[in-house]
């Protein structure tokens, strides 16, 4: 066994043991070991991806001394390792991103408290990326929605208790919803580790033991990840959890956590189950509808919105029911483009929430449509990496939207029942998505009215006023790019990743 | 012939049944408390579900007091073991959730939700 293949877990274990350290630092340190902890297990996990494309397979690590019916596992291939350090990419630039909104609406004394919950969720996040064992998934999902519920909340004010108090009831039933299907799951097959289950499942469903248990446990266990990660009708707590939290929870939030949640649902349709199996129970199907409902919902909800922020945390529901349309295929396309639009959201909103921040910055910190009046004038950089959100996710060529639109439209021709729902429904999204991010776009380049900058008198906002910020949207504005352009060798990853999957 | 089974496995019946009460609880009740009893309802379900299926009638828990080995004598400890991670999880999730409880009730002084809700839209921030 090589060196490299130990690093999934050291990077699990050290996020774990990051977090408690940091609560006996004061804020200034423990930012600091989080950067640093994110930036060694970035460095890890690339180390790991490096050696899974040289292997070209997927390796299972032992944790403990106990084989394989009794102990743990992690098991590591591509997809895995390429979740795991974009995952961290992203959230080292969430992070470098926000760090003025954090000094400035966190109280001093909690600043460290902040950092202890990103590293719990960083090692609960790559604990579910990696994971082979069903029961280790579900108590690392618990601490996922912890301490999310703890970014929520730690800007202080009674809009953020709220949608706190809220995620945690719709986090809770799914919660509670994936326990039953797990604890079904473990009675049926007696085993806990995914590939056992997989090897007893399809016994199962050879002999048509047990049918209506295995479909029900199917339907908990997909309803449950599904309110988690708020597709459509459990969204309510959403827009006000991801307005108003400080922006590095924003972005970690809407780019990080539900795909995490939804990733644990590709790797128990592929690896506990079986996708023919999932397929054949029809449940893809109520996945399709939810989805396909939820784009178009999702988008109307954000034309009517007037908070900026809330605006993009809407456009999420709308990206989430596109990745739930993307399963709903059925089909291996469907699912590599609900996976490279994992990718190219996490990619393009957390840019567009950093971006807008700088926009806000410079409209006198008001988040509301009509003040943005000019913006992208008096912050020039923010207003340009707006854009580049804003066109990624209407989906135009350059940008890495357009690639998983593109994706998706190949994945709809080739199934054909759900043909013309999925390819209306993308149209429709995508003009109103055209509707409300250009409308943004205009509204930050329309010149303000001279009375009235004279009146407000805005802060013009240059690159050297915030450095971090500035370095981190352009790294977002590079990503962006680069996903949109290099797309191949991406999609070729993904797909050789999931043939290991399972 | 499938109610004989619903007869014959009664406990597990009443699980699932517990399961929906606390279920329905946490999503439809106003009251913070209420909601949280309904969580708390709606895990220990689950775990007298887990307890029923890891017991096996007639043997005892894996610990060796009397030098008997025989694998015959003693039930699965994993079960046993999953409930009480179960427990732990719950119980965090349950102060957190209290602790937030406590939060929203200083600043509203009101334990119902849409109450909270509507005040806050009054009050914007």
């Given at each position: 066994m090589e060196f490299v293949q130990n690093f999934p877990f050291f990077s699990i274990i050290l996020s774990l043991f990051a977090g408690p350290l940091c609560s006996i630092l004061n804020g200034k340190w423990a930012k600091r070991v989080n950067l640093a902890v994110i930036t060694i297990i970035l460095a890890m996990s690339s180390a790991v991806l490096a050696f899974t494309l040289r292997t070209g397979d997927s390796y299972v690590y032992m944790m403990g001394h106990f084989p394989a019916p009794w102990g743990n596992e992690i098991r590591v291939g591509m997809l895995e390792a390429l979740m795991a350090v974009f995952f961290c990419l992203i959230m080292l630039l969430c992070m470098i991103g926000g760090v003025l909104e954090r000094e400035r609406e966190i109280e001093s004394t909690k600043q460290n408290l902040y950092y202890i919950m990103v590293n719990l969720l960083l090692s609960s996040l790559l604990a579910l990326i990696y994971t082979n064992d069903l029961f280790t998934a579900y108590v690392f999902v618990e601490i996922n929605t912890i301490s999310a519920c703890g970014l929520i909340m730690i800007r202080q004010n009674g809009r953020t208790f709220e949608a706190a108090i809220r995620y945690m009831i719709m986090s809770l039933l799914g919660s509670g919803m994936l326990l039953l299907g797990i604890c079904f799951l473990y009675d049926l097959t007696g085993h806990l580790l995914m590939s056992n289950i997989k090897e007893q499942v399809a016994i199962l469903n050879a002999s048509g033991q047990y049918h209506m248990p295995l479909l029900i446990t199917v339907g908990l266990i997909s309803v449950g990840i599904a309110i988690k990660s708020a597709l459509f009708p459990f969204h309510a707590w959403l827009p006000d959890a991801y307005g108003y939290s400080?922006?590095?929870?924003?972005?970690?939030?809407?780019?990080?956590?539900?795909?995490?949640?939804?990733?644990?649902?590709?790797?128990?349709?592929?690896?506990?189950?079986?996708?023919?199996?999932?397929?054949?129970?029809?449940?893809?199907?109520?996945?399709?509808?939810?989805?396909?409902?939820?784009?178009?919902?999702?988008?109307?909800?954000?034309?009517?919105?007037?908070?900026?922020?809330?605006?993009?945390?809407?456009?999420?529901?709308?990206?989430?029911?596109?990745?739930?349309?993307?399963?709903?295929?059925?089909?291996?396309?469907?699912?590599?483009?609900?996976?490279?639009?994992?990718?190219?959201?996490?990619?393009?909103?957390?840019?567009?929430?950093?971006?807008?921040?700088?926009?806000?910055?410079?409209?006198?910190?008001?988040?509301?449509?009509?003040?943005?009046?000019?913006?992208?004038?008096?912050?020039?950089?923010?207003?340009?990496?707006?854009?580049?959100?804003?066109?990624?996710?209407?989906?135009?060529?350059?940008?890495?939207?357009?690639?998983?639109?593109?994706?998706?439209?190949?994945?709809?021709?080739?199934?054909?029942?759900?043909?013309?729902?999925?390819?209306?429904?993308?149209?429709?999204?995508?003009?109103?998505?055209?509707?409300?991010?250009?409308?943004?776009?205009?509204?930050?380049?329309?010149?303000?009215?001279?009375?009235?900058?004279?009146?407000?008198?805005?802060?013009?906002?240059?690159?050297?006023?915030?450095?971090?910020?500035?370095?981190?949207?352009?790294?977002?504005?590079?990503?962006?790019?680069?996903?949109?352009?290099?797309?191949e060798p991406v999609v070729g990853l993904l797909e050789r990743g999931l043939k290991i999957f399972a | 012939m499938n109610l004989a089974n619903l007869f014959n496995n009664y406990e597990e019946a009443v699980a699932m049944i517990l399961f929906g009460i606390g279920f329905s609880n946490l999503l439809l009740q106003k009251n913070l408390i209420k909601k949280i009893i309904g969580l708390n309802i709606m895990d220990t379900a689950v775990y007298l579900f887990l307890a029923l299926k890891g017991y096996i009638e007639g043997r005892k828990a894996p610990i060796v007091v009397n030098g008997v080995q025989s694998v015959e004598a003693y039930i699965n400890p994993i079960p046993s073991g999953l409930v009480l991670t179960g427990i732990v999880v719950s119980v965090s999730v349950t102060a957190l959730m209290l602790s937030l409880t406590i939060r929203l009730y200083r600043r509203y002084h009101t334990l119902d939700l849409d109450e909270i809700s509507t005040r806050l839209k009054k009050e914007g921030l």
């Open positions: 400080t922006l590095s929870s924003a972005a970690i939030l809407s780019s990080l956590v539900s795909k995490g949640y939804i990733f644990l649902l590709v790797k128990i349709f592929y690896r506990v189950i079986g996708f023919d199996i999932v397929r054949d129970s029809k449940i893809i199907n109520v996945l399709f509808v939810f989805g396909v409902i939820g784009m178009i919902m999702g988008s109307i909800s954000a034309i009517k919105e007037s908070n900026i922020r809330r605006m993009i945390a809407y456009s999420s529901v709308a990206q989430i029911g596109y990745i739930y349309m993307g399963f709903g295929f059925g089909t291996e396309l469907g699912m590599i483009a609900s996976l490279y639009h994992i990718i190219s959201h996490a990619a393009t909103k957390s840019l567009l929430f950093v971006a807008a921040s700088g926009i806000t910055d410079a409209s006198g910190d008001s988040t509301d449509f009509f003040d943005l009046t000019g913006a992208g004038y008096r912050n020039k950089l923010a207003g340009i990496a707006f854009t580049v959100g804003a066109l990624s996710m209407v989906g135009f060529p350059l940008f890495t939207g357009f690639i998983s639109k593109l994706l998706f439209a190949q994945a709809a021709v080739d199934s054909y029942h759900k043909l013309l729902p999925a390819l209306i429904a993308l149209a429709v999204s995508t003009i109103l998505n055209t509707v409300y991010f250009m409308k943004t776009v205009i509204r930050i380049y329309t010149p303000e009215k001279r009375e009235v900058l004279a009146k407000k008198q805005y802060q013009v906002i240059t690159m050297k006023d915030q450095k971090w910020k500035s370095a981190a949207l352009v790294c977002f504005i590079a990503i962006n790019l680069f996903f949109g352009l290099y797309s | -």
